[in-house]
């Protein structure tokens, strides 16, 4: 399965709030391989573990109108030449926006950020994904020390502090709130990371098989046995369920 190299996060502010966008550089690792034989022949499938790397981190000027911004996105997943994939917090104020940027033919995935559990799409490819959800897959890649966030971006100060603020808590009725998601003036920049986030982890690097072939001869003569093995007991299977009941 290919997958886009770079991840953008698209967050759009209200009249008082930043519009950011983050991309994330997603870097496959391979961490083991599946076997399986396919007619006689060994296949291996690599195994990945994603990890991301932050390498933008902007926040548009306030009151930066929507023309402009979509000029601006526009320009971002045109220099990356098709190798990305723009995820867009589509709610509120965003659904203008993503009709702007379809309207300009740019390819995007929107989301609706919802309060419940289930994430769904709808029939116009709207994803709907609770809060939970983008939190979850956030915590999940810094636990696992698969985000790298480098001293050196700009916003990486803003964008540390709006994570270290970044929680989730229970109601009295067992339901998820986030705390400073939606309720604080600056948490755009962790919220167009999560939802990059969200989208690869949802949709990771998935391996081609390939046959396998070894090179030293003593692994060759194994391979060459186990072949000949496994296509012995599939004619013998084959014989035993096709031609041998009609004798």
């Not at 609770?130 to 050196?152: C, D, M, W, Y």
Request: aromatic share 6%; with cysteine.
């Amino acid at each position: 399965m290919s997958v886009a190299r770079y991840l953008l996060g698209l967050d759009l502010g209200q009249a008082a709030d930043y519009t950011a966008i983050v991309a994330l550089e997603r870097k496959p690792e391979v961490t083991g391989h599946e076997e399986s034989w396919e007619r006689g022949h060994r296949m291996l499938r690599p195994e990945y573990r994603d990890k991301y790397r932050v390498v933008a981190a902007e926040r548009l000027p306030l009151h930066t109108s929507y023309s402009a911004i979509v000029d601006y996105v526009a320009k971002r997943v045109e220099q990356l030449r098709g190798d990305c994939e723009l995820i867009v917090d589509a709610t509120g104020v965003g659904r203008p926006v993503v009709d702007m940027l379809g309207e300009r033919d740019v390819p995007l995935i929107p989301v609706l950020i919802t309060g419940g559990h289930a994430e769904t799409v709808d029939g116009l490819g709207f994803w709907h994904v609770p809060k939970g959800s983008l939190v979850v897959h956030v915590n999940t890649v810094l636990a696992e020390q698969r985000l790298t966030i480098p001293r050196a971006l700009e916003q990486q100060a803003q964008l540390v502090h709006e994570l270290m603020a970044f929680r989730v808590k229970k109601t009295k009725t067992g339901g998820n709130t986030m705390e400073a998601w939606r309720e604080s003036d600056h948490d755009d920049l962790v919220l167009a990371m999560a939802l990059a986030c969200w989208w690869g982890e949802t949709h990771p690097t998935e391996g081609e098989p390939f046959e396998h072939a070894p090179r030293k001869p003593e692994e060759r003569a194994a391979y060459e046995s186990e072949r000949l093995e496994r296509a012995r007991d599939a004619a013998i299977a084959k014989n035993l369920s096709d031609e041998w009941w009609q004798r």
